[in-house]
């Protein structure tokens, strides 16, 4: 079946504009996470959605970044007055019922460049 | 505060050779030791995964050492391929934490 798919796989943005991500998981899985991977380290979690509501967002870094997921599938990840700081690999991950973050099965990623 | 420790930052192994790859954690709240596989252009795939209650697991070539009084574990691949040339990377989490914490990778090259 389809996995984890993500749009657009490469953006490039001035500095300073509004961007979105999207993430569409695997077909009935409640669980979706956002991760953040900059060249040369592993992804950094930044929030992770069951079913509609966010429930943990503490490592989105500040209030320009913000996340939705208003039918608990697709979720959108929202970036205000982007920075080159924000250049890295947004990753999205989505679970299966219950397996929490025991498995979690990873997109491909976005790659956003900042310039 | 990197919760995560991972080494080496890369490494380079002999076809058939054996690759050794270690983390040590800081949080004495994690209990699941998952090892993800990240190719070029891919996103992180679960390879194989530990909880504290068993010190060592295998499937295949792959087996994860846990070590829980010194925190830390370590994945071993057995008769290293070209083909697991990739990034490796060890991660932590704990119970209903809905999330994981991830080392910064290893680069494995196997050479032919």
């Known amino acids: 079946g389809a996995g984890v798919s993500q749009t657009p796989s490469n953006k490039v943005t001035e500095k300073g504009k509004y961007v979105e991500l999207r993430c569409d998981p695997i077909?009935?899985?409640?669980?979706l996470y956002w991760y953040r991977q900059s060249l040369g380290q592993g992804p950094e979690f930044l929030i992770y959605?069951?079913?509609?509501?966010?429930?943990?967002d503490s490592g989105l870094p500040n209030d320009r970044f913000f996340a939705v997921r208003p039918e608990g599938s697709v979720s959108t990840l929202k970036i205000q007055r982007t920075e080159r700081g924000d250049s890295a690999v947004y990753l999205c991950a989505s679970s299966p019922v219950g397996a929490g973050a025991d498995i979690q099965y990873f997109g491909a990623g976005t790659r956003l460049s900042v310039l | 505060q990197q919760q995560v420790k991972q080494s080496p930052q890369s490494l380079i192994v002999q076809k058939g050779g054996i690759s050794i790859i270690n983390c040590a954690y800081e949080n004495t709240a994690f209990d699941y030791f998952p090892w993800y596989q990240q190719f070029p252009g891919k996103g992180p795939a679960l390879l194989i995964a530990?909880?504290?209650?068993?010190s060592e697991k295998k499937e295949g070539r792959f087996t994860i050492s846990f070590n829980k009084s010194a925190k830390q574990f370590s994945l071993h691949i057995m008769d290293s391929q070209p083909g697991d040339s990739a990034t490796y990377f060890c991660a932590a989490s704990a119970s209903n934490a809905g999330k994981s914490t991830f080392g910064d990778g290893t680069t494995l090259t196997v050479k032919p």
């Open positions: 530990i909880r504290p209650d068993v």
């Open positions: 077909s009935g899985h409640t669980a």
């Open positions: 959605f069951q079913g509609t509501g966010a429930a943990d």
